[in-house]
C-alpha cells in the first residue's frame, strides 16, 4: 500500500472565506453562529446558523468574505447551488496551498476529487419546487438539476482545473467530508491516482432545511439569544446542533509524489476505520459500538496502540 500525504488545505467556514483567517479566528474563540435573519423562522424553533461571511454582511470582515462575484461569472452562478461554490472557492485555497497545478496530460489523468456532501443544492430545490407548483414551469432553470446534484461539486472541481482522474461523490450525512477523504487516500493507496482532491461542502441554510432539522428535534433551541454559546457538543447543557454551512477541502498526494516535487506536507494519512451501527436512523448505538469498531480499524490499518495517539 502506497502511503498518502496532506500537501494543501483550503476552508471556507462561518468564520471566514479563508484558509488562515478560519484558523486565526478559531484559535481566537470567535464565533461564527448568528441569528437568522435572511428567511422567516418566527414559527421555528431555533432561530440560528452559521453562516458564511458575505461581502454584503455588514458584521463581516472585508478580507474574509464570500463573494461569488469574484469567483464566477453571473452565467455560471446559475449552474451551481451555493454548495458546489464553496466548494470551488475550498479546492482554489487548497490546490493554491498545495502547489498542484498540473498542465501535464499524464499528470491530469492520474488527479481525481472526490468531495462530499450531506444534503446538497436544498435552496435550489426549495426554490425550484415553489416555481413548479405556482405553475411556471417554463420559468424553471434548465440548470435545476445539475445546480443540485451533491457528485457536481467534484464535477465543476474536475472541469475547472482539468483533473481526469477518479471522480466520485460521497453521501453520508455529517461524515461525508471524512469519509470522502478516506476514501479518497485509499484510490491512492492503491495506485489509482498519484493526487485526489477531497472533502465536504455544504449550504443547507434554508427554510425547509432549517424547518426539517428542527421538526426532527435535531437543532438547539435555547440560545437564541445567545448564538456564540450555541455550539456545544460534548457539554452538560448541548441541546442540539447548530445548522452550518461552508467547505472544507484537502490535497492528497502519494508521499513519493509529494517529496519529488518538493511539496510541503502537513500529515500523513495512517490508518481509516468505518463501521455501521444497524440501530436507528438518527441516532448512534446507546454504547457506543459503531464508533469504537472505527476507531480500531483506524489503529489497526495504522499498526498503532491506543496509547501512541495523544
Not at 478560519?22 to 421555528?44: H, K, M, P, Y
Not at 452550518?244 to 502519494?254: D, F, N, S, Y
Not at 500529515?267 to 469504537?292: K, R
Request: with cysteine; charged share 25%.
Amino acid at each position: 500500500m502506497r502511503r498518502v500525504v496532506v500537501t494543501g488545505i483550503g476552508l471556507v467556514t462561518p468564520l471566514a472565506c479563508g484558509t488562515d483567517e478560519s484558523w486565526n479566528r478559531l484559535i481566537e474563540g470567535q464565533s461564527g453562529i448568528e441569528a437568522i435573519t435572511n428567511f422567516d423562522v418566527s414559527d421555528i424553533p431555533s432561530k440560528i446558523a452559521g453562516f458564511v461571511p458575505r461581502s454584503d454582511d455588514v458584521h463581516a470582515s472585508a478580507t474574509a468574505t464570500f463573494n461569488p462575484d469574484e469567483w464566477a461569472a453571473p452565467k455560471e452562478k446559475r449552474r451551481m447551488d451555493t454548495f458546489i461554490q464553496y466548494g470551488l472557492v475550498a479546492t482554489h485555497f487548497a490546490v493554491e496551498d498545495s502547489g498542484w497545478n498540473p498542465e501535464d496530460e499524464g499528470c491530469l489523468l492520474r488527479t481525481g476529487v472526490m468531495i462530499g456532501s450531506g444534503i446538497g443544492g436544498l435552496p435550489e430545490i426549495e426554490k425550484s419546487a415553489k416555481v413548479v407548483n405556482d405553475g411556471n414551469i417554463r420559468r424553471l432553470s434548465p440548470y435545476f438539476i445539475p445546480a443540485s446534484l451533491i457528485n457536481l461539486v467534484s464535477g465543476q472541481v474536475a472541469i475547472k482545473y482539468g483533473f481526469k482522474g477518479p471522480n466520485h461523490a460521497v453521501v453520508t450525512a455529517c461524515s461525508s467530508g471524512a469519509h470522502a477523504i478516506g476514501d479518497a487516500s485509499r484510490i491512492i493507496a492503491l495506485d489509482d491516482a498519484d493526487v485526489m482532491i477531497a472533502g465536504g461542502a455544504e449550504a443547507a441554510i434554508c427554510r425547509l432545511g432549517v424547518a426539517g432539522f428542527a421538526q426532527a428535534r435535531a437543532l438547539s433551541t435555547n440560545f437564541n439569544d445567545s448564538p456564540e454559546k450555541a455550539s456545544r457538543p460534548w457539554d452538560e447543557r448541548r441541546d442540539g446542533f447548530v445548522i452550518g454551512e461552508g467547505a472544507g477541502i484537502v490535497v492528497l498526494e502519494e508521499l513519493e509524489h509529494a517529496k519529488k516535487r518538493g511539496a510541503k506536507i502537513y500529515a500523513e494519512i495512517l490508518g481509516y476505520g468505518m463501521s455501521g451501527d444497524a440501530f436507528h436512523i438518527t441516532a448512534p448505538a446507546e454504547d457506543g459500538n459503531g464508533g469504537y469498531r472505527s476507531m480500531r480499524a483506524a489503529l489497526e490499518q495504522a499498526k498503532c496502540n491506543p496509547e501512541d495517539i495523544d
